[in-house]
Structure formats: structure tokens, C-alpha cells
């Protein structure tokens, strides 16, 4: 029942935002519109409040913070084995690389207050505020190293900076961080205002995702993607488990931890690697196969 009650409403609400894509109530006007909304202002502000709102990182925080790491380090390392072993084309690398590793926030922020609540979306807002930038500097230097151009090594880092500094997210995180070490609390009007926007942002997201989910390219592209969604939805799990006993994380962070490890990869992967020359196609491709296995590999987690 806890898989049924945790993952049917994220799916049912994809399900939704697919099926009112195909029958033409909402288009890809629309839906970028959406999802501009949710990724620079919706999402950002639920990280600022849940962030603002915490009590700060405990030991088993850091720990979980650590195991993490290690687990996204040890499989950004596979993948760039199997590209290298494969010989992939330089304008698919960057796609893989991504696809391996990097998480979709969305369905883990929606998975974790579901079944952990407040701590857990506690432990999970601080990862993501660790994580994205780690997560970002590893893909954007893969991308730019086989982007097919030599861009100079100010230009590269202008390109990473760009990428830290404007990512919303990071900001959301880091702001709630720093007012909640402050120790100051926002007025009940503004924290009533700020729940309400929050109410808004999974519902939203998890319609525009499922309003974009696309099968194209799944004929060409789906060895690649289906080799990317086993390291981030097979070997990820199995060696964070490991990593998460080796720390020595337990309760909630061990719980959010595993979620963690079983989401799917980002949607905006396919963004990025339209920026960096890489191949959309296999991004999108890669995010549409890792979506519908993520089901599997969460529901295995929750029964664990």
C-alpha cells in the first residue's frame, strides 16, 4: 500500500499532463511557459521556505551529504568508462554523461514528503543545495571537453560560473540556508504566502513533465539511454546502500538517501546539452526510459 499511496499520485498526475498534451489542451507553448514557471520561481521559493524552516545539518545530515557524493563521484567515473569503452560519438557523450547521474528533483522532493515529511524534505532540500552545483561543474566540463569546439580556459569558466551562479535552485537553497542560520522567522502572512506557492509547485511540475514526455527517438537512441537509466537506477542504489551502511547513515537519512538514489534523471538534461552541441534526441530519449523504470527502482526502495 505505501507504493500505491506514495507512487500512483505522481504518475496519475503525469498521466494527466500527458494525456492533455495529446488531446490538444495544452501545447508546447504552454508547457515551456510552465515549465519556466516552475523551474525559476515555483521550485525555488519551496526550497527557500522548507530550507528557511530547518534547524540546521546534524551529524547524520553531514554524513548522508558524504555518502552521497561519493556514490554520484564512483558513477560519473562508470559512465565515462563505458563511454570511453563504447567509443561514443562526441555529440552523444555529453547526453550519457548527464543521464547517468543527475536527479530529477521534482519527483524526489514529491517522493520524500510523501513518505518522510518535513525531516525528510529537510535532509532532501540541503542535498539538493550540495549536489547541483557538484553535479553541474562535472557535467558542464565533460560537455565543454567534447563539444566538438577548444574554447580557452576563461571561456570555460565563465560557462561553469554562469551555471552555478544563475542556477535557481542553488540560489532557492542557499538563501533559506542563510536565513535559517540567522535564526530569524519570516512573519505568518509572508510563511502563508509562501505555503501557497509551495502547494502549487509539484502538481504543476509533474503535469509539465508528463506533458513532455516524448517516445521519438526511442528507436535509435534506446541502447544508450537504456545503459544510462542501469547506472543511475541500478548501480547508483546498489553502491549507495553500501556507502550509506559505510558512513554509518541511518533513519530518515538513510531513507532519504535510498529515494534519492532511485529518482530518475533530470529534464534538464535535454536543456543543457541543446546549449553544449551534445544530442538532444538521446537526452530526451534517456529521460523518458529512466522516468517510467524509476517507478521500478522506487518501488523497491519504499518495500525495502
Not at 580557452?152 to 551555471?163: D, K, N, T, Y
Not at 527517438?217 to 546502500?241: E, F, Q, R
Request: net charge positive.
Amino acid at each position: 500500500m505505501i507504493i500505491l499511496n506514495t507512487l500512483f499520485p505522481l504518475l496519475a498526475m503525469m498521466a494527466l499532463g500527458y494525456m492533455l498534451k495529446r488531446r490538444g489542451m495544452t501545447s508546447n507553448e504552454f508547457l515551456n511557459t510552465l515549465d519556466k514557471l516552475v523551474y525559476y520561481i515555483f521550485f525555488p521559493v519551496m526550497l527557500f521556505w522548507k530550507t528557511a524552516k530547518s534547524t540546521g545539518t546534524d551529524a547524520s545530515g553531514t554524513m548522508l551529504l558524504l555518502a552521497v557524493l561519493t556514490t554520484v563521484f564512483l558513477a560519473s567515473v562508470l559512465s565515462y568508462l563505458y563511454i570511453r569503452t563504447t567509443k561514443m560519438p562526441n555529440k552523444s557523450i555529453g547526453s550519457f554523461f548527464q543521464a547517468s547521474f543527475r536527479f530529477n528533483t521534482y519527483i524526489g522532493m514529491a517522493t520524500v514528503l510523501t513518505v518522510l515529511g518535513e525531516e525528510g524534505i529537510r535532509l532532501f532540500s540541503i542535498l539538493i543545495g550540495c549536489l547541483i552545483p557538484v553535479i553541474n561543474v562535472l557535467s558542464v566540463s565533460v560537455m565543454i571537453w567534447h563539444s566538438g569546439s577548444t574554447p580557452s580556459m576563461v571561456q570555460r569558466l565563465h560557462i561553469l560560473l554562469r551555471a552555478l551562479i544563475s542556477n535557481p535552485l542553488i540560489i532557492g537553497c542557499a538563501a533559506g540556508l542563510l536565513l535559517s542560520g540567522s535564526g530569524y522567522r519570516v512573519p505568518a502572512f509572508i510563511d502563508n504566502f509562501l505555503a501557497l506557492v509551495a502547494s502549487m509547485t509539484l502538481p504543476l511540475a509533474l503535469i509539465s513533465m508528463g506533458g513532455t514526455l516524448t517516445f521519438a527517438g526511442i528507436s535509435k537512441h534506446w541502447p544508450n539511454a537504456l545503459a544510462a537509466s542501469a547506472i543511475k537506477l541500478l548501480i547508483m542504489p546498489v553502491t549507495g546502500y553500501y556507502m550509506l551502511i559505510l558512513f554509518c547513515v541511518s533513519d530518515t537519512a538513510f531513507k532519504t538517501g535510498m529515494i534519492y538514489f532511485c529518482l530518475p534523471t533530470s529534464t534538464a538534461i535535454a536543456v543543457l546539452s541543446a546549449q553544449l552541441n551534445s544530442d538532444v534526441e538521446l537526452a530526451s530519449t534517456a529521460v523518458m526510459i529512466s522516468t517510467l523504470l524509476s517507478f521500478i527502482s522506487l518501488s523497491v526502495a519504499l518495500i525495502l
